[in-house]
Every structure is written in structure tokens, then in C-alpha cells.
């Protein structure tokens, strides 16, 4: 199993920014997938998450209206389209599988990637 997260990079407040993350190694769409973030010092989080079959999202209050989780199946990818970003949303970014429909804590996901930096400059 793999999941390689690419995308991350340092953007500008205010600025946006796509990160993809590409999976293999087991049946994609039958997983929840979905994006953590880590900053320094502080616990993951979970940001977004999207059902194997698009028909559900779920999004933490901080990134409601300003994030985009999206999905294709037959790519077997799975993005986050981040707008208006602010230093707040500086961290370590992890895409993640899970067959819970609970799957809101970190410990419910089977898979995760190594991560990608993303650096909000004010």
C-alpha cells in the first residue's frame, strides 16, 4: 500500500493551493479518504474527508468554505483545494484511508502517507 502526497508548498496569505495524493496497493473505492494536517506541537487533525463513492464530505469547521475535498476513482487520487489560507493553516499535510464510516480520529485510518509541507506566509 502506498500514499504519496505531493503538492505542498509556501503560498502567500490569502493565496490558495491544490495538493493531490496518489494511492495504490488496495481497492480505492472502497475507502473513505481524507486529509490531517499537523502543525508543530499540536495533535492531527483532521481537515476533510470524502466516501469511496463521492455521495458524502466531511469537513472540520476550520476549513468550511475555504477547502475542497475531491476524488477520482479511476486515477485513484484524491485532492484538497485550499483557498484563502492563513498562517493558521501552516502544517504537515496527510492524506489517509479508512473503510470506517466513523472514521473521524486518526487511529480509525488503516493507511497514511508520508506528508506534505504547507507554509502559509503573512
Known amino acids: 500500500v502506498q500514499l504519496q502526497a505531493s503538492g505542498g508548498g509556501l503560498v502567500q496569505t490569502g493565496g490558495s493551493l491544490r495538493i493531490s495524493c496518489a494511492a495504490s496497493?488496495?481497492?480505492?473505492?472502497?475507502?473513505?479518504m481524507a486529509w490531517f494536517r499537523q502543525a508543530p506541537g499540536k495533535e492531527r487533525e483532521l481537515v476533510a474527508r470524502i466516501k469511496g463513492n463521492f455521495d458524502g464530505t466531511y469537513y472540520a469547521e476550520s476549513a468550511k468554505g475555504r477547502f475542497t475535498i475531491s476524488r477520482d476513482n479511476e486515477k485513484a487520487e484524491v485532492y484538497l483545494q485550499m483557498d484563502s489560507l492563513t498562517p493558521e493553516d501552516t502544517a504537515v499535510y496527510y492524506c489517509?484511508?479508512?473503510?470506517?464510516?466513523?472514521?473521524?480520529?486518526?487511529?480509525?485510518?488503516?493507511?497514511w502517507g508520508r506528508g506534505t509541507q504547507v507554509t502559509v506566509s503573512s
Open positions: 489517509a484511508a479508512s473503510e470506517s464510516p466513523r472514521g473521524l480520529a486518526p487511529a480509525q485510518y488503516s493507511f
Open positions: 496497493g488496495f481497492t480505492f473505492n472502497r475507502y473513505y
